[in-house]
């Protein structure tokens, strides 16, 4: 009844953001959008001020003095955020479904009708060459396609915070490990890649940040604690991944890929698994990372040979 | 299969407190009743203590000393706390389900055998008048009744922290933004407002806090930090309310229309959605607030007109 | 459809460890099972970092000075984890389904094919005499087993930092407060029993920390804060537990009978219930421990009288 269920987020019939790179890129024009109406009802609200004379307080330059260590271990987590998320990207697995018109496929991705959302999931900027690092099982299907009709597409930014997407092929693949990388054309944009910590000493109860996508909501950040070390998770052969990190972070379908953070800013995991309710994908607090030590030992192979090392003969 | 819950809780077959406001005002009456037995349990204690040389230590003077930084932090959300939920209150839907054989309304509303609880949810008192701001969804009963039946039930305490509950009318609400404002009669009970902030300036990773009563455990406290910002959530009215905060601090059943707060105090959401499994209710991880910029600009028209100012005419 | 489910594991067909004890008390082999491997691919790494010169960055020596207020508090959470996780206990129920080959109890119970683990649960260590405290609803079966055939089993470590593990006997229990008390043979081991600390001057809003087993995963840290007091829990006899404190720190299923502890390391409350769905066990973020003092008062009239002190006669 209660399994260990892996992260891609399977499309769900209630409202979502057509396009993610478009809506994070362009927060200034929603502003925009309501500036009239915005005046016009601080009419409104000067109006209801006179007639009421109890209006409720509005924060005072007090609260602007109160900055003391309280605060200050708010900034230290909002920089961590603004300095890490522009490394970790969002990633959709299409299906084409028509006949595309077009010859290219690049022109078919371009959010037409000719596809169709089949998951979406997480990733993270390896290097500056494009690479990408993910779960294996968020791009399963487009790695043992066989149709040739599965895409996949992610969508990040570069260094300067412009937003932009890119249709992306696999490099390598690792059910073992259930990491894979993936490349996309970089085109002169200049990536942010992750900083790569250790996971050899993480301690329980040490603080730490997940970034990722749950249910396509994008660069969203949750937060916790290592709850446990050296865990056992199944990986897509069926075999154990070994050593995995256990959090209280709140990890849900969408964030599988995406980078676990320790407080300096540095990946200590990839965020893999929730342990949960049978096809849900809903955190329980009992939510697990492939350790970063691994992954720096699995992607060279899968960047070079494609293959995990144990395959490369 | 996962979708985007609102978050009024319906009622269960679980035991709940019958009478909430009584149950919150009368901690001490159920101290006392354990005070003979206390006594009497202190002798056993004795008794196995000398029975038992090494028994488990009890806090010593040392831990009062221990007052550090870490502490510190945890006194700022005790009194963030302590200041900011008298504020809150807890919102009963009723139905009235046999003829009343009293004439007053307000007699039939004393938790007799007349009505039924329909669903409850929360709010936080948005003047010293008696306006009380929740969500739509949680009053939508009521605001759409065509029976005469529906009726509203407000919890909360006063600025001395007396409790006491009123039943509450329907000034104003707006679909679009699922907001709506109630008010209670005050009779002399002077009422504690809560601090508005802004969602301006807020950023992610900030930390926040959402009070409310999840399930209908009254004045419950959750924190986590700000996860999103613009996000867009399905309103009752079936548009997209956008600008909303998404969070990781638990939101569940019951926390509908409660304040999202700051570290300084201020309101700066009203806790509106989780998404989770159908019908659930059950927090993922994934909570979502509107903003409470929006909130100041509706609530006024829905003060003085009732609707919102687009509806005005 | 939504319940308040008690938090014993029951056994779930995805792939756990199956002995806690040697797979805790052994990530050292685990180590060197990868060690030669792990020499094997720094060469493929160094290999792969002459090939691509901008790889991604390491942690550096600046890293370490970091140390400053915000990795402080990080530092008392690993401390605490690390002072108190020796007095919590992993408890499996087991059920003999096979005559014994043998004829004595305890090898019976060697993880041979002839028992099946009926479900699991946490507990503290009370005190040096090898006396555990758990939840009733944890060892419910064995406590009314008529049929002889339910054994209970606790996996534990010493002062030193041994794991070991030894069948329990159960001592007393309290269904009215869902508590129990096991005792096992120590044999020359020295145990680490909890600090107890006070239910009585919590505050909602204070920090507090879950350790326990939750699916099996040996020894798992959650961290919340107190969401709320004086709640009111059913207990597994009907009636109520009155006091119960709420928390938002992930408790799920197997958590049942760990220790809820504060920032001093004292423990406050034992962890025993969520509100979630039907079944499930999963976190909703509304969590429920009872309080310490309610067991202070009940544990030694188990240890003395094997029932609670209304019945001692």
Not at 193 to 216: E, H, K, M, W
Request: aromatic share 8%; hydrophobic share 35%.
């Amino acid at each position: 009844m209660v399994v260990l269920g892996c992260l891609q987020s399977i499309p769900s019939p209630i409202p979502t953001k057509e396009s993610p790179s478009s809506s994070s890129s362009s927060p200034s024009s929603w502003s925009r959008s309501l500036g009239t109406r915005r005046e016009a009802i601080m009419f409104g609200t000067c109006f209801v001020s006179s007639f009421f004379s109890f209006t409720p307080a509005f924060p005072s330059a007090i609260a602007q003095q109160e900055q003391d260590q309280f605060q200050q271990d708010e900034e230290r987590v909002v920089h961590l955020f603004q300095d890490t998320s522009p490394s970790v990207v969002f990633i959709k697995d299409l299906e084409i479904v028509k006949s595309p018109t077009s010859s290219s496929n690049e022109s078919m991705l371009n959010d037409n009708e000719n596809t169709k959302v089949e998951g979406t999931g997480s990733g993270f900027i390896w290097d500056k060459f494009g690479h990408i690092v993910t779960n294996y099982h968020v791009v399963a299907k487009l790695a043992t396609d066989t149709s040739g009709l599965q895409r996949c597409k992610v969508y990040l930014v570069d260094a300067k915070g412009n937003s932009f997407s890119r249709e992306a092929k696999i490099i390598g693949y690792d059910p073992a490990y259930d990491l894979a990388v993936l490349k996309v054309d970089i085109e002169g944009n200049e990536l942010k890649p992750v900083v790569l910590g250790t996971s050899r000493d993480i301690r329980v109860g040490q603080s730490c940040f997940a970034i990722g996508n749950p249910y396509g909501y994008e660069n969203t950040l949750t937060t916790g604690v290592v709850s446990g070390l050296g865990r056992e998770i199944p990986s897509p052969n069926g075999k154990a991944i070994r050593g995995a990190i256990q959090t209280d972070a709140a990890i849900n379908s969408g964030n599988s890929g995406g980078p676990l953070i320790n407080s300096y800013g540095h990946v200590i995991g990839v965020n893999t698994a929730t342990f949960t309710r049978k096809g849900t994908g809903v955190s329980s607090g009992v939510n697990f990372a492939i350790p970063i030590d691994t992954v720096v030992r699995t992607v060279p192979y899968l960047i070079v040979y494609g293959t995990p090392y144990s395959n490369r003969y």
